[in-house]
């Protein structure tokens, strides 16, 4: 940010600040660092993280079948095991009866 230390500091000196207190205010403010954001840089970071979330979005959506897929095999095998399980432990029951 540029300023103008002599305008800003005849300004001070007519809103009421003395000499020294309006230079000393209006060094201070010319060297107030030049990276502040303004509102249209927001406005195209804003714009920029919208872009990628949609990306995230779409990729998101593209994964999904396959993980339902998977976990749906998953649960399938989980029951398989379970079952098969369940048969041992049955069969082993009856062997001890019978």
Same mark, same amino acid.
């Given at each position: 940010?540029?300023? /103008?230390?002599? %305008?800003? %500091?005849? !300004?001070? $000196?007519?809103?009421?600040? +003395?000499?020294?207190?309006?230079?000393?205010?209006?060094?201070?403010?010319?060297? @107030?660092? %030049? +990276?502040? &954001?303004?509102?249209?840089?927001? #406005?195209?970071?804003?714009? $920029?993280?919208?872009? $990628?979330? /949609?990306?995230? /979005?779409?990729?998101?959506?593209?994964?999904?079948? $396959?993980? @339902?897929?998977? @976990? !749906?095999?998953?649960? #399938?095998?989980?029951? !398989?095991?379970?079952?098969? #399980?369940? %048969?041992?432990? &049955? !069969? #082993?029951?009856?062997?001890?009866?019978?």
């Amino acid at each position: 940010m540029a300023s /103008d230390t002599l %305008s800003i %500091s005849k !300004g001070l $000196r007519a809103a009421g600040f +003395n000499e020294q207190q309006a230079d000393a205010l209006a060094t201070h403010i010319a060297v @107030l660092p %030049s +990276n502040l &954001v303004t509102k249209q840089d927001l #406005a195209i970071e804003v714009s $920029r993280l919208e872009h $990628r979330i /949609d990306q995230l /979005d779409h990729k998101v959506d593209q994964i999904e079948p $396959r993980l @339902l897929l998977k @976990l !749906g095999a998953g649960m #399938a095998a989980g029951f !398989g095991l379970v079952l098969t #399980a369940i %048969s041992i432990g &049955v !069969g #082993a029951i009856l062997s001890q009866l019978g």
